[in-house]
């Protein structure tokens, strides 16, 4: 048979045969029947395959069957192929609007009973709802037509060809179309109908389609209604039950809009909907209508009256076995999640969800920004030469795909702003969307992070802008250019609400910074916050060969080309586990400040729209971290934006402990997302008695010595420690280095003057070049005195001329041993250290060393610029407890600020060590692993880690910051580490 034309691939013009006028997507009753399930599927390696395979008779006996809704790479066990990762790149040559003739193409067929009752439709339409990239549709033979726009719904009318009975539907879909180049969103490349497919009976006199437009103003509710339906489905009625409301309209001129009375509000915080039903004699379809009303008021953005502050969320779609494929219970799970941690917006990065998920924004609260299915990312490569944004061929593409969006999910009261896209450049096209949805829908804002110069939207947005830029944004700044603006357009993006559409990237063991960029939301009301990038690790669930299971990222797969783990940037790892950036952003975010001031409390909502009757304010007071005192503080009801200072209760301040007060925020009965007593917001209050550290006893009678000797529970070789309580144990070894964050392996240009960072090199790769990861030691000398022992180390790497001088004094103290260690580097360093600590091996032997129970930061990792969800207290974890497996190994697991920690093997405590501040008060941390910071650096997943033998204790007098290099900016000034002299002073003790 000779090869089909298949130049439709390359067309960038919307499908054919697709009903032009998209609708919301409604709850009807009237009939339908869902085609997901098994199909019949036959994958060919390119576009040109013969076409046969819709006619009627067609025998696909020998074809595989794949479940509907899903991805074809993602069944088989790769027999259909495999997953592409790419974020900036294209996977294909950059030829638009052409595509390779190597286009992997996926048959589906399948028998549809059609029942007898629905001879009396007035139309049968089959309604896909997301098909990656390009499909067309036959039944019974007959070709419907073909559609693109992979995340947007598209209807057929299938009247003609449909039959009572038996009925044969076939869909071709191309992994790569023109569409491709519109559609390069920073995920997975997934092929396959992926989202539901649906088979629709429209009954003559049928609702078309609805648009309840809710607004409110002053307490009082009002509906602008737009009804679509033919002239004989009059009369029409509105129903809104709990209102009293019932509106009968004879005919379309009759549709007004019309007051329905007092209303409460919808919000995020408060999601208040009302039930309602649009109906002809031959339909009804029920919609949830919020009243809510935004606007933009000079530079602020505004939901019924009152300023919005977006503490969002980046969400993709992706789950680690199913992609895209939507999973209800799943994603109210999520978002159950997102509200639990303070979570209270969402971007839809960069497409339209499940429209079910909508329904669920709207009914647990959330703002969302609602993104059209559009990023032409990849022209990056090419100086954005061809980038169809600016091209009149892709004008009718790029409003479909607008009109799509808005007109599928305009109905929800969660959508708060429109979004055009992302990374796409900019150009005519875009403002003509941008000119179509204002035409549309008044009452909602445009959003486009591309328009520099703020000539087609209503926002000013950016994306990983550093805090001191967000300042300057925040102020007047009139005097300094704003990026890529003439001095008028920079003026008048001034005159818009600002918000940061992607900041803080959450890729591995990070952000920093969070507080700063929140402090600022606080001090300058033109800011109105950010979203994260991103939400969730996108990993793909695999095996090794030998079936070791482990998440996948770029590369794993054999892509010719793919950014690597660059997938892997959520605050939640793909197995639904919050990472400590999560925690960390819910304690920044919490939606009220507490503060003490003397013998006060001063408490301050920071809500939108709800008062704090829903809270309870929970106290506790510890002696190092033993309860000794709880109960309820008396906090009047605050209405948003409210204030109230509050009595302490008295504190019991301990003489040879830290004393410590608590007060946790919670809620006072369960939620649809949490349960009672869920804690929203913590503060802590230090009341501890001032107790000086002992003071280091000055030794004069250092002679030289070989070093072999046992001070208390401490033995020691030739100068070096070989056992301690009774086990063999070796160190102190100083440690410098850390497995390089994915921000340490960022080599972004956002470095400060200040910084010892070098824009566009990796810090990883300095502290490769510099050898920190390689350090050797050479003995200067070793000394002892009564009960103490002295050794001075040279630590270098090879082929380097700077060093570390090290001096180690162990010494007997009453019935302890104390370790003093100074670290003091030679100059010339010339960049940021990762850490300064000693480092201390510990085999398993019989009893292995597997937990720690500590006095300190916990109970999760902390670094200097992440810190906010840290709580001084008493915590137990297990060694692998302590590490978080992000999908790329990292340094992980440093507690701050220790005071105790008690070693345990089995639940029984070995070694116990005591931690005292240096000569400026600054305390040290501690990490425990079962692996050293350079077997963890080797490793490109958890899976290549070594099996161990041994437990390794690293005590850090500093720790470099995290920031947000990967993509963003780098470590703030204060919280990077500069070679310096530090010293760790430490007490141990037997268990």
Request: proline content about 7%; aromatic content about 8%.
């Amino acid at each position: 048979m000779p090869s089909p034309d298949t130049s439709y691939v390359s067309d960038p013009t919307p499908g054919r045969g697709a009903l032009r006028a998209a609708r919301s997507w409604l709850h009807s009753d009237a009939p339908s029947l869902s085609l997901n399930g098994p199909w019949r599927f036959r994958l060919s390696p390119t576009a040109r395959a013969a076409e046969d395979f819709a006619a009627e008779g067609f025998d696909d006996a020998g074809w595989d069957s794949i479940p509907v809704p899903s991805h074809w790479v993602l069944q088989g066990d790769g027999a259909h192929g495999r997953p592409i990762y790419t974020n900036v790149q294209f996977p294909f040559p950059i030829d638009p609007p052409h595509v390779p003739d190597e286009n992997p193409t996926g048959d589906y067929r399948r028998h549809v009973e059609l029942p007898a009752a629905w001879s009396d439709a007035e139309r049968v339409v089959l309604r896909f709802d997301g098909v990656e990239s390009l499909f067309r549709v036959w039944v019974n033979g007959e070709e419907i037509g073909g559609a693109s726009g992979s995340r947007l719904a598209h209807e057929f009318d299938v009247t003609s060809a449909v039959r009572p009975g038996d009925n044969v539907v076939a869909v071709r879909v191309h992994q790569w179309s023109a569409a491709s180049y519109v559609e390069d969103q920073d995920q997975w490349w997934l092929p396959g109908i992926f989202r539901d497919v649906t088979l629709l009976a429209r009954p003559a006199g049928g609702v078309e389609d609805v648009w309840l437009r809710a607004g409110f103003d002053d307490g009082q509710g009002r509906i602008e209604p737009e009804v679509t339906a033919g002239a004989s489905a009059f009369p029409v009625t509105l129903r809104l039950p709990e209102l009293g409301v019932e509106q009968v309209w004879a005919s379309p001129a009759d549709v007004t809009p019309f007051d329905v009375g007092a209303v409460q509000p919808w919000s995020a915080e408060v999601p208040r909907l009302y039930d309602v039903t649009v109906s002809t004699a031959a339909e009804t379809v029920a919609l949830r209508v919020g009243f809510r009303t935004v606007e933009i008021r000079g530079d602020r953005f505004l939901v019924n009256g009152r300023r919005v502050v977006f503490h969002g969320m980046n969400r993709h779609e992706t789950h680690p076995v199913r992609g895209r494929v939507f999973d209800e219970e799943h994603a109210r799970a999520d978002l159950a999640r997102m509200k639990r941690f303070n979570v209270n917006a969402i971007r839809t990065s960069h497409y339209p969800p499940h429209p079910r998920l909508l329904d669920l924004a709207d009914e647990l609260g959330f703002w969302v920004v609602l993104e059209c299915d559009l990023e032409t990312h990849g022209f990056d490569a090419v100086g954005w030469a061809g980038n169809p944004s600016d091209d009149p061929a892709w004008r009718e593409a790029y409003l479909d795909r607008v009109r799509r969006t808005v007109e599928r999910d305009k109905n929800h009261p969660s959508i708060v702003l429109w979004s055009l896209g992302n990374e796409a450049g900019t150009g005519s096209n875009l403002a003509a969307m941008s000119a179509w949805v204002h035409a549309r829908d008044t009452g909602r804002p445009v959003h486009y992070e591309g328009d520099h110069t703020g000539a087609y939207t209503d926002v000013y947005s950016r994306m990983y802008a550093s805090v001191p830029e967000v300042r300057q944004i925040g102020t007047d700044g009139s005097r300094a250019p704003l990026l890529n603006c003439t001095p008028a357009q920079g003026a008048r993006q001034r005159t818009k609400p600002f918000l940061l559409c992607e900041y803080a990237h959450a890729m591995g063991n990070g952000p920093g910074a969070l507080d700063q960029y929140e402090a600022l939301v606080h001090e300058h009301p033109r800011l109105h916050g950010g979203f994260v990038w991103e939400w969730r690790d996108h990993g793909i669930a695999t095996t090794t060969a030998d079936g070791t299971p482990y998440f996948a990222y770029g590369g794993d797969f054999g892509e010719v080309v793919h950014d690597g783990n660059f997938v892997m940037d959520g605050m939640l790892l793909s197995d639904d586990v919050p990472t400590p950036s999560l925690y960390e952003f819910k304690a920044v975010v919490q939606p009220l400040r507490l503060a003490f001031d003397g013998d006060e409390l001063v408490v301050t909502s920071l809500r939108h729209s709800a008062d704090t009757s829903d809270l309870r304010f929970h106290w506790r007071v510890e002696h190092d971290g033993a309860l000794v005192d709880a109960g309820e503080l008396d906090v009047p009801v605050l209405a948003p934006g409210g204030s109230a200072r509050v009595p302490l209760p008295p504190v019991p301040v301990a003489k040879d402990a830290e004393t410590w007060l608590t007060v946790d925020v919670a809620l006072a009965a369960a939620t649809a997302w949490a349960d009672q007593g869920h804690v929203l917001a913590t503060a802590q209050l230090d009341r501890s008695a001032a107790r000086p550290a002992p003071a280091v006893r000055p030794r004069t009678d250092w002679r030289p010595s070989e070093g072999t000797l046992t001070l208390g529970i401490a033995e020691f070789t030739g100068g070096s420690l070989t056992r301690l309580a009774g086990r063999p144990v070796t160190g102190p070894r100083l440690e410098l280095f850390r497995a390089p964050t994915d921000n340490d392996e960022g080599a972004s240009t956002e470095v400060e003057e200040s910084d010892a960072s070098i824009a566009g090199i990796s810090n990883a790769a300095l502290w490769r070049r510099d050898g920190l990861d390689r350090l050797t030691t050479r003995r200067v000398a070793v000394e002892r005195a009564a009960d103490a022992l002295r050794t001075v180390d040279r630590v270098s790497a090879a082929n380097s001329g700077l060093w570390v001088t090290v001096e180690t004094l162990w010494s007997l103290e009453g019935d302890e041993l104390e370790l003093r260690v100074e670290t003091a580097p030679s100059s010339g360093w010339p960049t940021v250290w990762p850490r300064i600590g000693i480092r201390f091996e510990l085999p398993d032997g019989a009893a292995p060393v597997d937990g720690a129970d500590w006095f300190g930061l916990g109970p999760l990792e902390s670094y200097p610029d992440s810190l906010r969800a840290a709580r001084t207290g008493r915590f137990t974890a297990g060694v692998r407890e302590l590490s978080v497996a992000y999908a790329r190994p990292q340094e992980t697991g440093h507690r701050s600020a220790l005071r105790q920690l008690t070693l345990t093997s089995a639940g029984t405590g070995v070694v116990r060590i005591a931690a005292l501040p240096d000569a400026r008060g600054r305390r040290p941390g501690f990490t425990l692993a079962r692996h050293t910071p350079q077997q963890i650096a080797r490793a490109a997943h958890p899976y290549q880690l070594p099996e161990s033998a041994t437990s390794h204790l690293i005590i850090d007098a500093a720790q470099h910051g995290l920031g947000s290099r990967a993509c963003g900016p780098d470590v703030w000034p204060d919280f990077a580490l500069r070679p310096e002299s530090r010293t760790i002073r430490l007490r141990l003790a037997a268990g």
